[in-house]
């Protein structure tokens, strides 16, 4: 009913879902982090309160249920994650800075990820490709969700997703393990 709220423009809605939502989304966002390499200078709570204001900052909203918005807010955490990784790799590669030479225990910088980036690409072109496949990875394996919860979020049987969920898996697989036998070309589906 809040999403609904939220929908037609009601602006207390929003300050009603967050404690609602809160703990599903920290669980969501700890999920995600733990995918993470170690090192990590984001933690859980600032992801959560970087997605959720993108997520109230988006004019064209529109929930149409509950599984609707966490596949919304795991796909706000992911590209909150890409640009993260996309600007460690850019300031990897020098990103307008001279070279200061440091102690290696003195300095902790956070590994590269470029397997999230090659992750969130292969994710864009199963969304293109299968946009429910696409639904059923965000919420099992962004959001975490059982097969049950992402039926019950999808409206969907537990077959399907069942079914999704294994053909998805191997897609993504594929096209990752293809990506990375091409050392970064864009590998097809």
């Known amino acids: 009913m809040l999403l609904e709220a939220m929908a037609g423009g009601d602006a207390r809605a929003g300050d009603q879902l967050l404690p609602l939502i809160y703990e599903e989304l920290q669980s969501l966002a700890r999920s995600l982090m733990a995918r993470e ?20 900052g988006q004019a064209d909203m529109k929930w149409d249920c509950r599984g609707h918005f966490f596949v919304a807010a795991a796909t706000a955490m992911r590209r909150i994650l890409v640009e ?33 980036l090659a992750l969130d690409e292969a994710l864009e072109h199963l969304e293109g490709y299968d946009g429910r496949q696409h639904q059923v990875v965000m919420l099992r394996y962004f959001a975490g969700l059982s097969v049950e919860e992402t039926a019950s979020a999808l409206g969907l049987s537990e077959t399907t997703v069942k079914s999704d969920w294994a053909y998805a898996r191997a897609w993504l697989h594929r096209r990752l393990s293809r990506a990375e036998s091409s050392d970064g070309q864009d590998a097809s589906p």
Do not use: F
């Open 84 to 116: 993260r990784a996309r600007s460690r790799r850019r300031l990897k590669r020098g990103g307008g800075r001279g070279r200061v030479e440091l102690d290696d225990a003195a300095l902790r910088v956070e590994p590269p990820d470029d397997d999230l």
């Open 37 to 56: 390499s170690p090192g990590q200078t984001l933690q859980p709570t600032a992801l959560v309160h970087e997605a959720y204001l993108r997520l109230m």
